[in-house]
């Protein structure tokens, strides 16, 4: 059995969703989709420091590479997610004499571009070539490369100590958190900050989103196991803020031990996952049992709209979908067609279910009968840009934290 990739102690797995394509390689074509990498999709805690995490490692390279098509800047809602934390960062951690901010993960800028636009000394530390070239178009200075203690070294000897360095969607996706720990020891000024927010293990849980895991998201974060992990690290967690976005996420501010008084969040959040047992393994193994019976009651449906001849396609190729198609076994005879609005992915075929992919804008030409919303996360933006579908008469087919049709 595979040790904690943060303390080493025992984890025990609670979740099998079987095997698993890359969930961001969308194959060109039939010969490039006999090609694909598979590995085993496992996820457990650790007896030790209760962190959620999967029990294979993908290699970093095989996800991020010059050909990763996830872009941030597609939602609006996200680009004005970010644009609110770029000014409350550049207003309070970032107001004093020559401030410097560097963004783990920054995508192709969707946050960087309001800190440069300021004027504020920054650097996005991005290893996909292709999202990294997007953001240096917008003026954002970015170092292509993975961030660990290597790179966080080079930064210090390049530019200084950082105020914050901050982290979306992107922490999470670290396996290796003592060396990108042992780097912000390099690279935090003494009073500087850690900045992340991934999706909380507490909503996933809540909502059953299932589909949260996959092969970037190697750990499901709570205060309870970054407390922990912080602690072993000589940092100390002092802040904590749930966010709408994305299905539920929490913001964790991370410090050096001492440096800043812990915020009342911190105990309250602590508290209330002890008190509903978030970590206990009855409440893991309940999530397990729900998410089986979501995959069987979608294929359900889903088999049954075919046999009455309607026309069903779904919306969003997200990396979420991956675990849905690939653990439901939900390939074109069930969604003829999914819709998505990122370039990369149009007229390429879904990871490991071979769904074609097609340009939203072909959603409307003509209508389905069903759309199956794999950007759940999305919801409000999509439902309400595409309002017209529902006026005439279409439905949504929606699976977490049930499979439901609006
Ligand atoms: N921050 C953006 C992008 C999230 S996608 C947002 O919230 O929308 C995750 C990003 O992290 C990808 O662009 C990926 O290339 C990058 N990434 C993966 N591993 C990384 C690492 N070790 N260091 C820095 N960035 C990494
Ligand atoms: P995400 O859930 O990982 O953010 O991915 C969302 C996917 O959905 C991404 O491939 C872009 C796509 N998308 C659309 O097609 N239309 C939209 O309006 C939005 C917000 C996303
Ligand atoms: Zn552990």
Redesign the pocket.
Known sequence: MSGCRVCHGVVTPFLDLGKQPLSDAFPADAEEAEKEYFYNLRVGSCRSCSMVQLIDEVP?EQ??NDG?P?R?SLSSV?RDH?ERTARELLDTELSGPDPFLV?????DG??LRTVAGRGVRHLG????AG?AELARSTNVSVLT????ER?ARRVHAEHGQADVVY????FC??PYLDS?FAGLDVLLKPDGVLVF?DPYLGDIVDRASFDQIYD?HFYLFSAKSVAAMAHRFGFELVDVERLPVHGGEVRYRVARAGARTPSPAVADLLAEEDRRALHAPATLEDFARRVDRICDDLVSLLERLRGEGKRVVAYGATAKSATVTNRAGIGPTLVETVYDSTPEKQGRLTPGAHIPVAASTGFADPYPDFALLFAWNHADEIMRRESVFRESGGKWILYVPDVRVV
Not at 145 to 148: G, L, R, S, W
């Open positions: 970093r996800m991020f990763y996830y941030s996200m970010f963004e783990l993960g920054c995508n969707v946050l530390v991005e290893p996909s999202v490369d993975f961030f660990e790179t982290a979306a969607n992107t996706h670290i990108v927010e970037e």
